[in-house]
T-cell receptor, first 113, second 115 residues
Framework: KAGVTQTPRYLIKTRGQQVTLSCSPI?????VSWYQQTPGQGLQFLFEYFSETQRNKGNFPGRFSGRQFSNSRSEMNVSTLELGDSALYLCASSSGQPAYEQYFGPGTRLTVT | AQSVAQPEDQVNVAEGNPLTVKCTYS??????LFWYVQYPNRGLQFLLKYITGDNLVKGSYGFEAEFNKSQTSFHLKKPSALVSDSALYFC?????????????FGRGTSLIVHP
């Protein structure tokens, strides 16, 4: 089975711009979660989509949004970028059941200048 | 609410020696516990999990973890460390009855294995 893929792997954006990140989960997985990883804050949960519906949401401002398509692929959008949004954004897919582990993609490294 | 603590930011061990990376958790109901490893510039990789049953769980790359309900701990162990085990390790917990499908992750422990 192919793993979780994320595109692009690296991005450099200017403050005030917006960005869209993409994630393709493992075939058959219906849950896609997004995390922001920074050295200071660790791994922070952004949101989770299950069967095209947002099922859980973390404590991030409304500038962070996402969606999931019928083929389970997911996109995450960040509008009006701030310097503090520079981070590694990780996507994780799973079956969506609590006892099952998540499979992470390699991440998208976003740098905001 | 669910939470997890990894009390050590960094663990240093000599190659060939046993290693332990500590994790304690707090949940209202029964816990589902996970360990993940992250190598530089990579995503997290699943190592092992405890759902129910035997308290000693074996996982990938020779790692194992012991679930201790009375101490609410789930420490990661390996009998003989390798330099290639050097990485960032994350413990995660889900509450079986909490209604949330999202795990809570610890802040991570950097394991450094010296040759």
């Amino acid at each position: 089975k192919a793993g979780v893929t994320q595109t692009p792997r690296y991005l450099i954006k200017t403050r005030g711009q917006q960005v869209t990140l993409s994630c393709s989960p493992i075939s058959g997985h219906r849950s896609v979660s997004w995390y922001q990883q920074t050295p200071g804050q660790g791994l922070q949960f952004l949101f989770e989509y299950f069967s095209e519906t947002q099922r859980n949401k973390g404590n991030f401002p409304g500038r962070f949004s996402g969606r999931q398509f019928s083929n389970s692929r997911s996109e995450m959008n960040v509008s009006t970028l701030e310097l503090g949004d520079s981070a590694l954004y990780l996507c994780a897919s799973s079956s969506g059941q609590p006892a099952y582990e998540q499979y992470f993609g390699p991440g998208t490294r976003l740098t905001v200048t | 609410a669910q939470s997890v603590a990894q009390p050590e930011d960094q663990v240093n061990v000599a190659e060939g020696n046993p290693l332990t990376v500590k994790c304690t958790y707090s949940v209202s109901g029964n816990p589902y516990l996970f360990w993940y490893v992250q190598y530089p510039n990579r995503g997290l990789q699943f190592l092992l999990k405890y759902i129910t049953g035997d308290n000693l769980v074996k996982g990938s790359y020779g790692f194992e973890a012991e679930f201790n309900k009375s101490q609410t701990s789930f420490h990661l162990k390996k009998p003989s460390a390798l330099v290639s085990d050097s990485a960032l390790y994350f413990c995660a917990v889900r509450d079986e009855t909490g209604g949330s499908y999202i795990p809570t992750f610890g802040r991570g422990t950097s394991l450094i294995v010296h040759p």
